[in-house]
């Protein structure tokens, strides 16, 4: 990862130092976006500014040690009369913690203050300046001190050179106050139930969808404003939007897509059927090493993580029937298990189709009696308005789905059940298998049988039935509200939404990928 003169960034050794697999996962360009981490960017907007510096105090300075093999940049550097200098590194801490100084915080310091030394200047003293209490802390330069620096450099350049992260931290108590939780996930990397709720400021995620013809969203001094054709302009904050879908004909300003990507969000848009046309993604995704590995993943390999993904899905479907008391559970539970000793990939899609046939000719017994019209999973044109809300459900999933795969740096192409031919985002639709009926077709079956979806949300063009944008703009509200909610995951024991899971199952299937586990595992209800 990083070439033997390179040198490393301080603020990695400063990770390393709290623990090695957060270093490992910063320098394979893993974000995290918790809120003491936007304080901290925020209060950084200040003191990295070399604009700002005095004769007494200088900001934003870069420093470089050739010997240690390090370069950073210090917040604050005081000079006294005497010209004697002294560090300052400037930190957001949560308000209840005793402003004191880290372990990483004084390695960071030590090793800053080794730069400027070695660059020729004196220096006598460190300390750390906390924004939240506005509390300044002494940090003693001791031998000691400097020498662990220098160990934790060799010791960081080793782990972030490594193929893969180094496991994740076992009941340890920094996993509860690090920045990188949400993308380490060190209790599902265990396979076991989680003691904590997954830290996300936003766990849901809000996703803008512009789906009004004629919309058109731009940005506005911090925030996202829509217009809308003969409606008043709708504004949101910037920093709450996690990623936008466009619908047909709306329309997303370059300013808005740039800073979106900037942030780290992809976009994706569809077409007015339900079909996705295409996504931008941030150049710089995280864990580049994954992609190459994704495409060479033995047959075997790919041939177990296809079966697991159709067996999920098949008892996903069981589960939906059964909670309407329907008889075709069992069959679909049989068709389940066959699924699961498949070995081919023709095998696989035959049972899927098998298990189709039965799913959606039964989900007849679900809809309310205007609505069980559906003779059998159609697509493209829909046929019948059932299938027509499937369509559009599918898509929202799969816009889902390929931001939660481009989030952790996969490629959506790489797929171990789908065919990349003919373009498609082969892994996309591999990892959504296993949401399609807890999520899209739950969605589906809530807004017709309670009324949001009404017949005249649908229109008929020659053999092909359409939603309105009325009926579109009451599904995408149905996804939504399914989306954000609430269930208990199976395997880890804790409350996530349903959005938030199908970032885990990706990261899952990172995992899977760089070896981290033997086997993918969907998510299947009970
Ligand atoms: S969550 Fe725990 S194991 Fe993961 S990077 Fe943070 S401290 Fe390390």
Redesign the pocket.
């Known amino acids: 990862m990083t070439g033997a003169s390179d040198p490393v960034p301080i603020s990695v050794v400063a990770h390393h130092a709290?623990?090695?697999?957060?270093a490992w996962?910063e320098v394979h360009g893993e974000r995290t976006d918790t809120g003491q981490m936007a304080q901290g960017v925020a209060d950084h907007g200040v003191v990295d500014e070399p604009s700002s510096s005095r004769a007494t105090r200088l900001r934003a300075v870069e420093v470089l040690s050739q010997k240690l093999g390090v370069v950073g940049r210090c917040d604050s550097v005081e000079i006294a009369a005497d010209g004697v200098m002294t560090v300052v590194e400037h930190k957001a801490s949560p308000l209840r913690r005793l402003p004191e100084a880290t372990y990483p915080q004084r390695i960071q310091l030590a090793l800053q203050a080794a730069c400027l030394r070695e660059q020729g200047h004196p220096v006598s003293g460190a300390a750390v300046w906390f924004t939240t209490t506005r509390k300044r802390v002494p940090v003693e330069l001791t031998a000691q001190l400097l020498a662990e620096a220098a160990q934790q450099v060799e010791a960081t350049r080793e782990v972030v050179d490594r193929d893969a992260a180094p496991?994740?931290?076992e009941d340890?108590s920094?996993?509860a106050r690090?920045?990188?939780?949400s993308v380490?996930?060190?209790d599902e990397h265990r396979l076991r139930p989680s003691a904590r709720r997954i830290a996300v400021s936003d766990p849901a995620g809000r996703v803008l969808h512009l789906s009004s013809p004629g919309s058109r969203a731009s940005l506005s001094r911090g925030q996202v404003l829509v217009k809308v054709p003969d409606a008043d302009a709708v504004s949101v904050p910037l920093g709450q939007v996690a990623g936008i879908v466009v619908h047909g004909n709306a329309d997303v300003s370059a300013a808005l897509i740039r800073e979106t990507l900037l942030r780290g969000y992809p976009i994706v848009w569809c077409s007015w059927a339900g079909t996705v046309v295409g996504w931008a993604a941030p150049a710089d995704g995280p864990n580049g090493d994954a992609r190459p590995r994704q495409h060479q993943l033995p047959g075997p390999r790919r041939i177990a993580a296809a079966r697991s993904i159709v067996s999920a899905k098949i008892l996903n479907q069981a589960a939906l029937l059964r909670r309407h008391n329907c008889d075709e559970r069992a069959s679909l539970r049989e068709l389940a298990r066959t699924a699961g000793r498949a070995r081919s990939s023709a095998e696989i899609f035959g049972l899927e189709g098998r298990a189709a046939a039965v799913y959606f000719a039964a989900l007849n017994q679900v809809l309310k009696p205007g609505w069980a019209t559906i003779e059998r999973r159609t697509g493209r044109p829909a046929t019948d308005s059932v299938n027509c809300a499937l369509n559009v459900a599918y898509s929202l999933l799969l816009a889902d789905v390929l931001r939660s795969v481009v989030a952790c740096g996969l490629d959506p192409s790489g797929g171990v059940l789908h065919s990349p031919g003919r373009n498609k985002p082969a892994l996309a639709l591999d990892l959504m298998e296993e949401f399609r009926a807890p999520l899209a077709d739950s969605a589906v079956v809530w807004a017709l049988n309670n009324g949001e979806l009404r017949g005249s949300h649908f229109r008929r063009d020659l053999d092909a039935v359409r939603l309105t944008a009325p009926g579109r703009k009451a599904l995408i509200a149905a996804y939504e509200r399914r989306a954000t909610s609430e269930f208990s995951h199976p395997e880890f024991g804790y409350q996530v939404s349903w959005r938030r899971a199908m970032e885990v199952q990706a990261r899952m299937f990172l995992g899977f990928v760089m070896g981290e586990f033997d086997a993918y595992r969907p998510i299947v209800q009970r």
């Open positions: 709290f623990c090695p697999r957060r996962l496991p994740a931290l340890d920094r996993c690090c920045s990188h939780v380490c996930l060190p």
